[in-house]
């Protein structure tokens, strides 16, 4: 769709079902990406700004009954109990956390995956409307994340992907396979994710996020996934291992390969986890 004809019937259709501040505010992001050469994130950042002069209308996206998704039909991984301290004192875990790229040939543990995923993303508590409040703290409690692992070297799982499931605390068996080299190949050919014993992979369920905070979403949805990320990099500190966030991804080859539509629910990072 790059004729100029096109655009602008898909542009009006748009126009059609936004308020006038909106348009007003789709006018400011336009000329200051025209101002900046071209960069259209400003149309974006501009649209998504709060002001008390007007507040843009609300997505069509319902209030959300859950808050994690559940693969019902897939063979499920009770994970081991997390541990309940690594012997690493918070403060060290900041002062030492590093993007770490070298992993070694060995194997991660159940035990050291079930930590892992326990402490970024999973249920720690309740809230008082009995909803679950998780490791990180989330926009307005929506919880839009969701994390998958693809075990290439964990003891007890069989190579493929598997979407955690932080309710029950288990691992649901997606789809056997070595996607390693696939994996470094959709993160622009980056050697260390294909070296990870494993990665995690944190997506967003928008609609969650969306359902409340409207044009906000998409910036709510990244400030979540980076308190989830920062947690990974320091669990990971806590018990020796080595990661780092990886940003720079083929959104639609990931999306194709965790079965995801890239719409609804679509990628945010990715982290491939080694032993030192
Ligand atoms: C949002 C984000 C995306 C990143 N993407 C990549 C990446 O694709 N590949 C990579 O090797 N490092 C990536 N990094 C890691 C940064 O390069 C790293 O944090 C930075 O160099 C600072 O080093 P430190 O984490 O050791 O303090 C990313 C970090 C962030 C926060």
């Known amino acids: 769709m790059g004729d100029p004809n096109g655009l602008k019937t898909l542009f009006q259709g748009l126009l059609s079902q936004l308020s006038s501040y909106t348009r007003s505010r789709i006018a400011t992001g336009l000329r200051v990406a025209i101002e900046k050469g071209g ?6 950042h501009i649209v998504s700004m709060l002001s008390p002069r ?3 209308e609300d997505l069509p996206y319902p209030e959300p009954t859950e808050y994690y998704k559940t693969y019902s039909t897939a063979p499920r991984i009770r994970l081991p109990e997390p541990l309940e301290a690594s012997g690493m004192d918070l403060f060290e875990a900041i002062r030492s956390r590093r993007s770490r790229r070298r992993y070694s040939r060995g194997s991660l543990s159940l035990s050291e995956v079930s930590t892992l995923l326990y402490y970024s993303l999973g249920v720690t508590g309740r809230a008082w409307w009995g909803g679950p409040k998780r490791a990180y703290p989330s926009a307005g409690a929506l919880q839009p994340l969701e994390g998958y692992l693809y075990a290439d070297k964990v003891e007890g799982l069989d190579n493929g992907i598997y979407h955690y499931n932080p309710g029950e605390h288990s691992l649901e068996l997606l789809r056997k396979g070595n996607y390693s080299e696939e994996l470094q190949w959709i993160a622009l050919d980056q050697e260390h994710v294909g070296n990870a014993a494993a990665v995690i992979i944190v997506t967003a369920v928008y609609r969650r996020t969306a ?14 996934t980076g308190f989830a990320g920062q947690n990974i990099y320091l669990v990971a500190e806590a018990l020796g291992l080595a990661t780092t966030a990886v940003g720079a991804f083929y959104d639609e080859e990931l999306c194709k390969l965790l079965e995801l539509d890239c719409i609804e629910e679509f990628p945010m990072i990715l982290f491939p986890i080694g032993r030192r």
């Open 39 to 44: 960069d259209v994130s400003m149309i974006y």
């Open 54 to 56: 007007g507040y843009y």
């Open 211 to 224: 359902s409340k905070y409207s044009h906000r979403s998409y910036r709510y949805a990244h400030w979540d």
